[in-house]
């Protein structure tokens, strides 16, 4: 059981790539979220999902997308990166709105 | 307004001392869920301990306690004897179980706690 998994762990874009965030869990959670952490701040969401198929945008969804094709996977597309989307971006998972978010051990993301 | 406020941007403590990490919050819903995550220096999130707005009795984990006062809207984190690997930053954070935010998680901006020996 690996719980959330993130991949890459470190990425370094130039302004205007884009790029796929990958997010797993093997916990067969309906709940999904991705959030971002900026330096010296707590997390935002950006964009959630309660099943397969079903996506909703969080507090700060400008810059992003998201896609829910099975339980288990749920990825976040970057178009045209920018600076400010510098960050450490967590992907987390819970079995439904009234149980504990477990995090993935996060994405590290410098957009030069 | 923000929903979760730590006023705390550093705590030190000797260890094998008791710390309270402080942590107040603002809602409407009658119903919501508050939740202490730790950070260490490795990046990931820990969940610690999860304190529901119904529940009659403080929650505790281990070391961690949570100090609960729901008429001051306060959700203290409190860790008992202290150890060197309790460094780390703390997010307080707080998720409503009515609107649309579905669960959504609000986290304060976190307490860096430094324990020394």
């Known amino acids: 059981n690996a719980g959330v998994t993130q991949t890459p762990k470190f990425r370094i874009l130039k302004i205007g790539q884009s790029m796929t965030l990958q997010c797993a869990q093997d916990?067969?959670?309906?709940?999904m979220y991705w959030y971002r952490q900026d330096p010296g701040m707590g997390l935002k969401l950006i964009y959630y999902?309660?099943?397969?198929?079903?996506?909703d945008k969080g507090e700060v969804p400008n810059g992003y997308n998201v896609s829910r094709s099975t339980t288990e996977d749920f990825p976040l597309r970057l178009e045209l990166a920018a600076p400010s989307q510098t960050s450490v971006y967590f992907c987390?998972?819970?079995?439904?709105?009234?149980?504990?978010?477990?995090f993935g051990p996060g994405t590290r993301l410098l957009v030069l | 307004a923000q929903k979760i406020t730590q006023t705390q941007p550093g705590m030190f403590v000797q260890e094998k001392e008791a710390v309270t990490l402080d942590c107040t919050y603002d809602?409407?819903?009658?119903?919501?869920?508050l939740f202490w995550y730790k950070q260490p220096s490795s990046g990931e999130m820990i969940f610690l301990i999860y304190?529901?707005?119904?529940?009659?009795q403080n929650a505790t984990e281990g070391r961690y306690s949570l100090n609960f006062q729901k008429a001051r809207k306060s959700a203290n984190l409190v860790i008992s004897a202290s150890q060197l690997g309790d460094s780390a930053m703390y997010f307080c954070?707080?998720?409503?179980?009515?609107?649309?935010?579905?669960?959504?998680?609000?986290f304060g901006r976190g307490t860096q706690l430094t324990v020394w020996p």
């Open positions: 987390a998972s819970s079995w439904d709105r009234e149980e504990t978010q477990y």
């Open positions: 916990m067969n959670h309906n709940y």
């Open positions: 999902s309660v099943g397969a198929g079903i996506t």
């Open positions: 809602t409407s819903d009658p119903s919501y869920g």
């Open positions: 304190q529901g707005s119904y529940d009659q």
């Open positions: 954070a707080m998720r409503e179980l009515r609107g649309s935010t579905l669960g959504r998680l609000y």
